[in-house]
């Protein structure tokens, strides 16, 4: 039977929940500085959840992830947003593993990166065909890697 570590291909450090979703939570805030448009956002802030490699009951380990989204430009463009994500992300330690259309009907353009030194991924697609009415908007999904929770965490009470 394999290791935890073996399932998850490293081992997860220990970390304090807080200290994972402000460290999310800050990713959001710089991808929104690179993408350099004004509009309204929407989204909860970051939230763990279960790690369901090796813990889908989140007793021990847990993700965080932040999604969140912008629409309503007063500032920029989306277009513009994207090709800055494209040129900036590298710069920043980000290595974009997709940049290209969605899996879904409309093809929206989608960029996929991962973070080398921390190893969290963010998924940016621009929903520029929407159906209905729905405005477009650019969604942002930043996630972390599993972690694990110091010894008399009581995840039940982070979410």
Known sequence: MKSDDEKLGYEPQVRQVQAVE????????RILDVMGI??????????????????????NYYTVAHPWSI??????????AMQNLRDQLPKMG???TKD????SLAKNPEIVAVDNKSHHTVTIEWAKNR???LKELISIDVGSRCYKAPEGTDLSTER
């Open 22 to 29: 402000n460290e999310v939570n800050s990713i959001s805030s």
């Open 38 to 59: 004004k509009g309204k956002t929407e989204g909860s802030g970051s939230m763990i959840s279960a790690c369901d490699a090796i813990d889908p009951d989140m007793k």
């Open 71 to 80: 629409y309503d430009l007063q500032e920029g463009t989306f277009e513009q």
């Open 94 to 96: 980000w290595q974009i």
């Open 100 to 103: 290209g259309p969605t899996k």
């Open 131 to 133: 159906s209905g009415k």
